[in-house]
């Protein structure tokens, strides 16, 4: 009787470790970008954004790419803005002031070409266009998000259109 129990419980732990491990495998797969490989795929197939106003405020109201571009967020911006965008090193994306940003566009730019003198990196050529793009919008959409975080830095510009 003791031999059956502890084979029982032997096969039972190991059944248990497999199933987590496989378990959790299927869970966090993702890629270096914190993106999963559906949302690449669904962000491949809108093939090339262009970083135009209208396109960024299209994709803003998109809930499955704004989630998508959360994990990408987290993964790349998170260690300078804060997961929630509230500042760190980097500057505070909640608020209404900005540094160097005058319209949607200028985040694109900001995001594509960095600035140096403010420590912000370039993307571009690590990013695709079209993740630039989709993180523009993100970015755009943690307007307003946050009344705490780092203290506001630049001047007001006009909400969004």
Known sequence: MR?????????????AVGFLSMDHRGQVQLDQRGLTEQQSISIENLGDLTGDEQTILLYMD????????RGLFISQCASCHGA?????????????HYLI????????????????????????????????VLL?????????????????????IEPWE
């Open 62 to 69: 998109d809930e499955h790419m704004m989630q998508a571009m």
């Open 3 to 15: 031999l059956f129990l502890v084979i029982l419980f032997v096969l039972l732990v190991i059944g």
């Open 101 to 132: 940003i005058k319209n949607l566009e200028g985040i694109y730019k900001n995001i594509k070409w960095g600035s140096i003198a403010k420590g912000m990196p370039p993307w571009n050529g690590i990013l695709t266009e079209t993740e630039m």
């Open 84 to 96: 929630n965008g509230a500042g760190a090193t980097g500057p505070n994306l909640t608020d209404d």
């Open 136 to 156: 523009t919008a993100y970015v755009a959409n943690l307007r307003g998000t946050s009344t705490e975080g780092k203290i506001p830095e630049g001047v007001i």
